[in-house]
């Protein structure tokens, strides 16, 4: 999306933190800020993991909050704002009077009439609690989805999920490894795969390089994991979504393990089932790999049908609000503004 609002001669200023940062600091004019962040522990979230090390961050956080506010807000002064479910950005956007576009999957889970798993009702309503304290008043959602529902508003927009240049290019193949992405913590899930001695697992996510029978570890590199991903027979990984999308544009079946206590992985999981384009496996047991390996052709087959659309749509929408010097952005804006609806809150 930055290569593009570049290349269409927008001036672009960026805020991120972590792994966003690291990997656009060389190419965009970038701001490191602090971020939110999910500590898991056995493949679970952990709740007081996760509080403690938010609690730790607050200092941090309000120092990164002027600093964002002076060099961004008050110098650049931008004519519009565009989030990936950034908090700072998202509230600087309403104080300052702005246009706020949102461009995320998150929003799904706010402004989608979807069917999600009926066990999971508690934390569908609080998982959507948590998206309006994120982001409380976008003016035009951009939503990225890889299943279609119905919208709750007229400013929520709905697209295939974005993804990379370097996706786009790759020309999938069939190999005869299956792609595991997966940290620590399924040490015993891994154990779980050398019974399958017929299949070779190549295993990322543990950053080492080794073999131990038929598993086999590699160190992770955005180039070797593009070339495993696209020659892979399968992927078996947590629930995520961007992994998720690159493997139904390749057409590669895909065994879901999401992540115990993060709605949006176990909905994420859910949808590829119900959709018949892979399995989900909250419980990741060896019977679920032993399905899951019997019904690859089933799930090929599913995929062959399955229309997987690249980024045009939602860069031709993003060019449109911010045509004519963001017109169709100021006007979400001031619709927005003029009423407030219990849901468009």
């Known amino acids: 999306m930055a290569r593009h609002l570049v290349a269409q001669g927008h001036e672009v200023k960026m805020a991120s933190y972590d792994r966003g940062y690291r990997n656009l600091r060389e190419e965009f004019d970038m701001l490191e800020i602090e971020g939110l962040v999910i500590a898991n522990e056995n493949n679970k979230v952990s709740k007081s993991k996760t509080l403690a090390a938010n609690l730790g961050k607050l200092s941090a956080g ?15 002064q931008p004519d519009v704002v565009i989030t990936d479910f950034e908090p700072m950005t998202a509230y600087l956007a309403y104080t300052n009077d702005l246009p706020l576009i949102t461009i995320d999957n998150q929003h799904r889970m706010r402004y989608m009439q979807y069917d999600g798993p009926a066990h999971l009702n508690t934390d569908r309503r609080l998982t959507k609690g948590v998206i309006r304290a994120m982001v ?39 190999g005869d490894h299956i792609l595991v992405y997966l940290s620590f913590g399924f040490d015993d899930f891994i154990k779980q795969l050398k019974q399958f001695p017929n299949e070779t697992f190549r295993v990322y996510g543990y950053d080492r390089e080794a073999q131990d ?41 895909m065994l879901a393990l999401p992540m115990a206590g993060q709605f949006e992985q176990q909905l994420n999981g859910h949808c590829l089932e119900q959709m018949g384009l892979g399995k989900n496996a909250p419980e990741p047991t060896r019977e679920a ?41 100021r006007e979400f804006h001031a619709n927005r503004k003029s009423y407030a609806a219990p849901e468009s809150a």
């Open 62 to 76: 309000l120092k990164t909050f002027r600093r964002l506010k002076k060099s961004l807000f008050e110098k650049f």
């Open 213 to 253: 029978d038929n598993l086999h570890y590699r160190p992770f590199s955005k180039e070797g994991f593009m070339n495993g991903l696209a020659s892979s027979k399968a992927v078996m990984a947590t629930a995520g979504f961007t992994l998720m999308s690159e493997a139904l544009w390749l057409k590669k079946p």
């Open 136 to 174: 409380p008043r976008p003016d035009v959602s951009l939503v990225i989805t890889f299943y279609e529902a119905p919208a709750t508003n007229r400013r929520t927009l709905f697209f295939p999920p974005i993804l990379r240049d370097e996706v786009l290019a790759t020309q999938p193949a069939e």
């Open 289 to 329: 790999v032993s399905d899951f390996l019997c019904r690859l052709p089933e799930y090929r087959a599913a995929l062959a049908q399955h229309e997987a659309r690249d980024n045009t749509a939602i860069l031709n929408k993003l060019d449109e609000l911010l045509a004519d010097d963001c017109a169709l952005a």
